[in-house]
C-alpha cells in the first residue's frame, strides 16, 4: 500500500473533475481544455490515511454534477437479493447499520437508503472531511416505508478496515470507489466483511469500456491511455472488479454482477463535456504524444456534445457480495 503518485497540481476544473478517477473520469486534463480555474481543490501526490494537502481530493461539484447519472446508472436487480439478506439479518429489528466508505458527499445513502425499509444509521466514512460536511448536511432522513434514518460520520483512511472496524455491521456500501482502491486494500476490504459476516454493495466500478456515438478514430486509442493511467502505480484500474468478486469469493461470499453504465446523450451534456476533459486529460498525461492529436480530438467532441450530436456509454459494474453470516451479525 504504497503511496502514488497523483495528477497534476494545475487546479482546472477539468483536472478537479477528474481528479483520482473513480466512477467515469479521468485525473488531469491537459489536452488544451483549461482556464476554468474554479480553485476549491488542490491536487497533488496521493498519499495514505486521512486527507492532507497532497491527497488527491475530489470536488464536490463534480460528485454532484453526476449525482442523477450515477443514480440512474446503478443496478436495480441488485436490491431484491440484497434485501432479502437483510429481512433475514438476526436482530434486525434495532434497524440496519450501513457503513458507506469513500462516501464523498453522500450520494450513495441518497439513493440507497429510501430504497429499503427498516430504521437505518449509516456511517459515512471518508478521509476528506470537507466532504463528509457535504455528507451529513446532504444525508437521507427517511427509509423507504417512513422509518427514520440517522447519519454519523468517520474520517478516516477506508484502506485499513479490520472486522471490528465493521463490529456490529449490516451492510458495507461504497460507489465509485473500487478503481482507487489497491489490490491489497481490495483484500483488506474482503477480509473484512466476511471477518464481520457483513455484505457489500459496491458500486459504479469502470469497467474500461466507453462508446461513443458517432465513432471517431481515436476513440479507441484514447481508451487505451486513459485505462493505462487508471492502472498507473498500485492501482487495478478496470481490473479492480474482476479482483474484487474474486477476492470476496476466496472469502467464502457469493458474488453477482450488474452492469451500472452510464448513458450520457444531450440531456447530460454538461457531464458529459466535463467527464471528456477528464477522460482525454488523463489519456494525454498517460501519453504525452497523444497531446496535440488529443486536443483536437477533444476540441471536435466537445463541439459535438455542446450542439447535442454527441452520446456516451461509459461501461460501470455494480458487484453484491453476501458473505457468509456469522454469530450475531
Ligand atoms: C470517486 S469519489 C466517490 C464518492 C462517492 N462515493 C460518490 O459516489 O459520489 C471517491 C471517494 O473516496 C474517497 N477515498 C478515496 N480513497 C480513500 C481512502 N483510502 N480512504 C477514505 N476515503 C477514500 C475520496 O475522498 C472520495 O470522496
Redesign the pocket.
Known sequence: MSGRSGTSTTPTSAEVAGA????S?GAGAGAGERGRDTGTIRLGDRT????TDD????APEW?QL??GV?SSARSAELLDPLRIRLANLPGRAGGFVIH?????????GRWLAPRLDGPQHWVL????PY?LHFAAVGSPRSAADGSRVTVETQR?????LTPDSLAGASLVT????LD??DAD?IEALAAACAGAGCPALL??SVAGRVELTPAHPLDAEITDAFNDHQRRGDLLGPEAISEACDAFTRHGATVQMQPSAWRLGPDESALMAEWLRGWVGAAVEQRPELATRAAAYLRERLAACEAGELSAVVHHSDLLALARPVGGA
Do not use: F
Open positions: 483520482g478517477t473513480g466512477a473520469s495514505r490515511g486521512e486527507a491527497t488527491t481530493r475530489y460528485l453526476r449525482e450515477d458507506d466508505l469513500g462516501c464523498g458527499t453522500g450520494s450513495m466514512h471518508d478521509r476528506d466532504l478516516g483512511d477506508v484502506g485499513r461504497a460507489s465509485a470507489l482507487v482502491l486494500e458500486t459504479l
